[in-house]
């Protein structure tokens, strides 16, 4: 499985971003998909997932009611909109996929794409 990250970038504080990942080689349809990021000097942590039938979505505590998680399988994509953006936000963001359910912990992804980076100045 291959997975491509965009829509990073620069944002002021309150302002919107949408990050897209694609994927390809394997039926997205099996596929859970993550999001994690990875600010500077910090360990990579979990942001939100989304199970592979959409059913079932989950998020970081501090993003939620902020970011929404969503999936178009006829696309090969998974999204991650993400509002209110704060500075404590700015990372490098990586999606993540994994064959079936989904997962909370990085060691449960067995995919992940190039990373996005996202700055949101003050």
């Known amino acids: 499985v291959q997975l491509q990250a965009s829509g990073g970038g620069l944002v002021q504080a309150g302002g919107s971003l949408t990050l897209s990942c694609g994927a390809s080689?394997?039926?997205?349809?099996?596929?859970?998909m993550g999001w994690f990021r990875q600010a500077p000097g910090k360990e990579r942590e979990f942001v939100s997932a989304?199970?592979?039938?959409?059913?079932?979505?989950y998020y970081k505590e501090s993003v939620k009611g902020r970011f929404t998680i969503s999936r178009d399988d006829s696309k090969n994509t998974v999204y991650l909109q993400m509002n209110s953006l704060k500075p404590e936000d700015t990372a490098t963001y990586y999606c993540?996929?994994?064959?079936?359910?989904?997962?909370?912990?990085?060691?449960?992804?067995?995919?992940w794409g190039q990373g996005t980076l996202v700055t949101v100045s003050s």
């Open positions: 993540a996929a994994r064959l079936g359910g989904w997962g909370t912990a990085d060691f449960e992804y067995q995919y």
């Open positions: 989304i199970s592979w039938s959409g059913e079932t979505t």
């Open positions: 080689g394997r039926a997205f349809s099996d596929l859970g």
